[in-house]
């Protein structure tokens, strides 16, 4: 028992280094290796090779099947590229199997000691994370060898030499348990490396080894696929494409096994090399195979699993920039959260125009309207909230970490802005239309002048959140102070036609004081924005600092989420 605990163990472990590799790579490289594959699709060739160099970086597939679709998913790159990218990507993995497979003993220790003293001195820079990707690359290499000596006593032990005896019967079988045991441990290569090593021990006979590869193949294609279900639009062809690269390729090398068995035991006569020689040549054959043949396989991928049609109604809100597989690299993922929250700006202004519209017109049904528009604007930043609460903090430098409090404290604000004027169409239709009331020709225009001013600071607001532009942060601070000034005005010019016994004064004073003191709040929450960009460069006075805006991380971590302006 204590023999198949430690083998358990070293295989947890080389799953653990692996995903480290994984998780380091792509946080210092991620932007380039995704810049890198976009623009590669000139050509099968250029493509298939940018999928095998990313995916021999990265150690993993799937991650960059998830970064293919997410560009699929765009439109960013065609599916016939994607595709062959896919090819290299298999191929890529598959070559740094054979890597670990050499003698590398010697490298684990050091690739460990230094990876943990770069990654704890220096761990929100580029070398700690650098560190963390030596950290896992010598986990790797120390799990295999602890995998070595576990399997010793198993050789000789009857009781787990009947438990894997029993993967010697059915091939189709053997492939399942490879295919399970891969979507499991989540990695096709810790598989392959752990089953090459047991068939060295003699463990596991050669032809089941081969077996479990290819389940392991084909575990990582179903592993692709579950990986990109979130993707939306035509990401999730791509892997399955990738699948059906993978299914053909099993059933013919399991048929051709004996054929293929022979052929390696005269290449080489260790075991461990030939499961490794024959991952090497299903991944080669799969690609020269298909490659050519991608833009048909595009074609029919596309015929039989069509897009879904219609995007009215709720769908039309669903997030379209918050890719899942930018969560590995926090510049990306963090310029995603931005992009979905600017399109929060743009709904925000839609029921800006509205509501202006419905003040002039009494409409009902644009009332109805409107306020659904609030349930896109509440979906929309639930999604950018949840999505930056999956972005790793420890991988966020200083920079990193200010936008991420930016863009939480902007959808928050934007957030209450929605749930404001959704307050003020209420008003509306309680107050107003239900008693066809209407305001006095000068109130209607302070409500249009304020109106106009409160969409075109919103515009300013949107300009500085993305540019951080310190002049522009201090032009939007200087329309706060004309806005407050102006509300008050208009305030005053109210009660004076209330004391001129102006009957829609005063059948509307309520309601026309509340809005335009509301539109003083919305206009607050628009220029908030520009408080951290002054900040940062020093050119915000301390009686100005307002306790959100300073520390929207703290603020947001302890559900404070209401945030405060001025």
């Not at 090779?49 to 991650?63: D, I, K």
């Not at 035509?234 to 399955?240: D, E, T, Y």
């Not at 969409?455 to 500085?464: I, M, P, T």
């Amino acid at each position: 028992m204590q023999t198949l605990l430690n083998l358990f163990a070293s295989v947890a472990l080389l799953v653990w280094g692996t995903h480290i590799v994984r998780t380091g790579i792509l946080r210092v490289y991620g932007a380039n290796l995704r810049r890198v594959l976009s623009k590669s699709v000139s050509s099968r060739g250029s493509a298939f090779a940018a999928g095998l160099g990313v995916t021999s970086l990265v150690q993993s597939s799937s991650a960059t099947a998830l970064i293919t679709s997410s560009f699929v998913s765009q439109n960013l790159i065609g599916l016939a590229p994607a595709l062959a990218i896919m090819l290299g990507a298999d191929v890529g993995t598959a070559l740094m199997a054979q890597v670990f497979s050499l003698d590398l003993s010697w490298l684990s220790p050091v690739a460990i000691f230094f990876g943990v003293v770069f990654f704890l001195s220096r761990k929100n820079t580029k070398a700690g994370q650098l560190g963390r990707v030596s950290i896992g690359l010598g986990l790797i290499i120390l799990a295999l060898q602890l995998i070595q000596e576990a399997t010793r006593p198993i050789v000789t032990s009857a009781g787990t030499k009947v438990l894997f005896g029993s993967l010697s019967g059915d091939p189709m079988l053997d492939m399942l348990i490879g295919a399970v045991f891969t979507l499991f441990s989540w990695s096709s290569l810790a598989v392959v490396l752990l089953t090459a090593t047991l068939a060295a021990a003699h463990v596991i006979s050669v032809p089941v080894a081969m077996c479990l590869v290819l389940g392991a193949n084909l575990g990582s294609g179903v592993i692709g696929l579950v990986a990109t279900l979130g993707t939306p639009g035509a990401g999730r062809r791509v892997a399955l494409g990738n699948l059906f690269f993978k299914l053909a390729g099993c059933v013919v090398f399991s048929l051709a096994l004996p054929l293929v068995l022979q052929g390696i035991a005269q290449l080489d006569e260790d075991p461990r090399r030939q499961v490794l020689h024959f991952h090497v040549i299903f991944n080669v054959a799969l690609a020269a195979g298909f490659l050519f043949l991608t833009d048909a396989i595009a074609r029919q991928v596309e015929r039989f699993f069509p897009l879904a049609t219609g995007t009215a109604g709720p769908q039309a809100a669903e997030p379209r920039h918050l890719d899942s597989g930018a969560l590995e690299t926090p510049t990306l993922a963090l310029a995603n959260a931005a992009r979905e929250t600017l399109r929060i700006g743009d709904t925000i202004e839609q029921m800006l125009n509205g509501l202006i519209e419905v003040i002039r017109t009494n409409d009902e049904k644009r009332v109805e309207e409107l306020i659904r528009l609030d349930d896109d604007v509440d979906r929309l930043y639930t999604a950018v909230k949840l999505y930056l609460t999956q972005i790793s903090r420890e991988a966020l430098d200083e920079r990193d970490g200010r936008r991420w409090a930016e863009i939480i404290s902007l959808t928050i604000n934007l957030e209450h802005v929605g749930d404001v004027i959704e307050r003020i169409l209420g008003d509306i239709k309680d107050k107003k239309i239900a008693h066809r009331l209407s305001f006095s020709d000068a109130g209607m225009r302070e409500l249009e002048d304020l109106h106009a001013k409160l969409v075109a600071n919103l515009r300013l607001g949107l300009s500085v959140f993305l540019t951080g532009d310190v002049k522009t942060a201090q032009m939007l601070l200087a329309e706060k102070e004309k806005f407050r000034d102006l509300e008050r005005s208009y305030a005053a010019q109210h009660l004076d036609r209330l004391a001129d016994q102006s009957v829609q004064s005063i059948e509307t004073s309520s309601l026309h004081l509340d809005i335009i003191s509301d539109m003083r709040r919305i206009n607050s929450f628009f220029c908030s924005t520009a408080y951290p960009i002054l900040e940062q460069a020093g050119q915000l006075r301390k009686s100005r600092l307002r306790p959100a805006a300073a520390d929207a991380t703290g603020a947001f971590a302890k559900g404070e989420l209401a945030a405060r302006p001025k």
